[in-house]
């Protein structure tokens, strides 16, 4: 049997990404399942690198139930995260660069030494060397922000572009921080880090063993998002955007007019 054509899969959601252009969802038609789809965001991302960009992290999708229900699929996923998509804190984008941007309030964690895959969270302190609010931009390539479980694998999880406020030593408790996302100064969303598989420690072990499974394995210096805490909004032009996590300070993001 000929199975789906992984590396034509992953030219029209780089072309969809690139020419921000949403494209209909493909995986039932082309019969992509979730290993399948795995195997076209590797080609989706070797795109990037073969035209110079580098890999800098690693992203959790779908870790708390907000997100879940937003976008109805109710599975953790993981993308990649590369250095064109990261903005620095306080910087901005131009929307016209995405198809119907939306922003998250998120945790991110700065990888040291690496614990080896079904290690215990115990190790997390010393896999971790610092912790960061940070805001993720996601932009699903596909029309209407809706897609299937290997629809969105395949599309890289929605990665875009991503902000990491400043970095902290690892407090003592990460597991139930309040969580605000404001939009020019009004509270979009309000949730806490536990909404993040109970708690944001654990996403790194989801990360690990999920990623684990396709070869993949998490490099120090790495960035490793979470996953949101709260529904994603609509990033509208002129936006200024702002993620607080408890303890750990803010990010922020303008998005031009
Ligand atoms: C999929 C990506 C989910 C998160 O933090 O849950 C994600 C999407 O919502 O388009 O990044
Ligand atoms: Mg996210």
Not at 31 to 51: F, P
Request: charged share 25%; glycine share 10%.
């Amino acid at each position: 049997m000929i199975g789906p054509d992984i590396a034509g899969i992953a030219e029209k959601l780089g072309v969809a990404a690139d020419d921000a252009t949403a494209i209909p969802q493909l995986a039932a038609e082309t019969g992509l399942d979730v290993d399948a789809a795995y195997a076209v965001q590797t080609a989706l991302v070797k795109r990037r690198l073969d035209r110079g960009e580098r890999l800098v992290g690693l992203k959790m999708g779908l870790t708390s139930k907000a997100k879940m229900a937003q976008v109805g699929v109710d599975e953790v996923i993981w993308g990649r995260l590369t250095d064109v998509m990261r903005v620095p804190d306080g910087g901005a984008v131009d929307v016209g660069d995405f198809i119907h941007p939306r922003v998250e309030p998120e945790v991110a964690f700065l990888l040291d030494r690496l614990p080896d895959p079904g290690e215990p969270v115990g190790s997390f302190t010393r896999a971790v060397r610092a912790v960061a609010p940070a805001i993720e931009l996601i932009d699903s390539r596909y029309a209407n922000f809706t897609f299937s479980l290997p629809d969105v694998i395949a599309d890289n999880t929605s990665a875009a572009a991503f902000v990491v406020g400043p970095w902290s030593p690892v407090p003592d408790g990460l597991d139930n921080l309040g969580v605000l996302l404001e939009i020019d100064g009004r509270v979009a969303q309000v949730g806490s880090t536990a909404a993040i598989l109970g708690d944001p420690r654990r996403a790194l072990d989801e990360g690990l063993r999920l990623a684990g499974r396709h070869g993949v394995r998490l490099r120090k210096g790495w960035v490793f998002l979470a996953g949101a805490a709260t529904a994603a909004v609509p990033l509208r032009p002129g936006a200024h955007v702002r993620a607080t996590v408890e303890k750990l300070g803010s990010a922020s993001l303008k998005a031009l007019s």
